[in-house]
């Protein structure tokens, strides 16, 4: 039997990943570290299950006696405007995170980490093959989110390479869906948020941005079967998201059609809001065969929107 300790297990994301990891019959123990930033003790709560124990600790500075079989390491803000808010503790999550977590992999264990589509920067090509090493500014406003997350595939290719180290990086593309926060302040959340308090909903720039949206159901599925059930030791750096491109605009325009009464309204651009992006996702058809996303983006929004409500008390 395995013992698992996943890093940023409150989070949106992390705590989708919990509920899979508790339908295993091979794990004995589920340690979830998380020290609450963006992340809510909330979003374990479907969860009963003797085998997690919750510990409320930054990951940097968690310690254990034990050494771990699989090791997950989520813990990072992912919203632009909650990791621009503190980059020193954004970095520190990621790098000294994946520093620590590494000390505590048992020999022949497996460290997993989400990396991000981020890594390319404002790409300059489109889609984005994992082979396209980035457009990234080291001094932008991202930079502590972009460069952080690629410190670490350094840091996680490194011990691989060099020290044998088993290791899967995975690379995701926007992720949305239940358990995002009400104020995470991404667009698609944000526009949904603003529709339910009849407010309007705000583009930043002219909106023809894009992004690749996958629904949380969809990019778990893939993260479970790379992560473990596929048995692949594939240690990546793989792209997992939704090749479907659509324009900020376009998700706007779809939400005011559902949900009239919110008009659009423009605000400046973002300052270096990354233009497009897009997964090219041929290597992930090799390494999971049949997984791509499922769920329309028009499905996966109003699906969310029951979510939200009943969230936000509407
Ligand atoms: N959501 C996306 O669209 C997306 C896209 C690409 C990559 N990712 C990556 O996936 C992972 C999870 O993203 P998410 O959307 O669930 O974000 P999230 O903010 O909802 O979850 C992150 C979790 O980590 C916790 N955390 C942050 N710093 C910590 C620290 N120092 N110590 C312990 N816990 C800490 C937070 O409290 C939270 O529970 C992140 O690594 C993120 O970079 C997310």
């Known amino acids: 039997m395995i013992e698992v300790l996943l890093a940023g297990g409150c989070g949106f994301i992390g705590s989708h990943l919990a509920d899979r990891l508790c339908r295993r019959n091979d794990v004995s123990r589920i340690v979830v570290v998380d020290n609450l930033w963006t992340g809510r003790i909330e979003n374990l709560s479907a969860i009963d299950d003797i085998r997690v124990e919750f510990v409320r600790a930054d990951v940097e500075h968690f310690k254990s ?54 890594v390319y920067g404002d790409p300059l090509v489109n889609p984005q093959p994992e082979s396209y090493r980035g457009s990234v500014d080291c001094t932008g406003p991202r930079s502590s989110y972009d460069e952080s997350k690629r410190c670490v595939e350094a840091m996680l290719f490194g011990a691989s390479n060099v020290h044998g180290t088993r290791v899967k990086v995975a690379r995701l593309f ?114 999971l065969p049949g997984w791509k996303c499922q769920i329309p983006y028009e499905e996966g929004v109003l699906r969310s929107v029951d979510w939200f409500r009943r969230e936000m008390r509407l």
Not at 75 to 101: E, H
Not at 216 to 233: A, K, N, P, Q
């Open 174 to 287: 926007n992720v949305y869906g239940p358990r995002t926060r009400p104020d995470d302040g991404r667009a698609v959340s944000n526009f949904i948020t603003q529709a339910l308090r009849g407010e309007p909903l705000t583009v930043y720039g002219d909106g023809s941005q894009s992004r690749s949206w996958g629904h949380i159901d969809d990019i778990v599925d893939g993260l479970e079967r790379y992560f473990w059930s596929d048995g692949t030791d594939y240690s990546g750096p793989l792209n997992i998201g939704n090749d479907r491109e659509i324009s900020v605009l376009e998700v706007a325009q779809f939400i005011n059609a559902s949900f009239p009464g919110s008009p659009i309204v423009f605000l400046p651009p973002v300052p270096q809001d990354p233009t497009n992006r897009r997964p090219d996702l041929t290597l992930c058809n090799q390494v």
């Open 65 to 118: 006696d034990t050494q771990f079989d699989e090791i997950y390491h989520l813990a990072s803000p992912a919203s632009p405007p909650w990791y621009m808010a503190q980059p020193l503790r954004t970095i520190s999550a990621n790098v000294l995170g994946a520093m620590n977590l590494l000390g505590m992999l048992k020999p022949g264990g497996v460290i997993c980490y989400t990396s991000t589509s981020e």
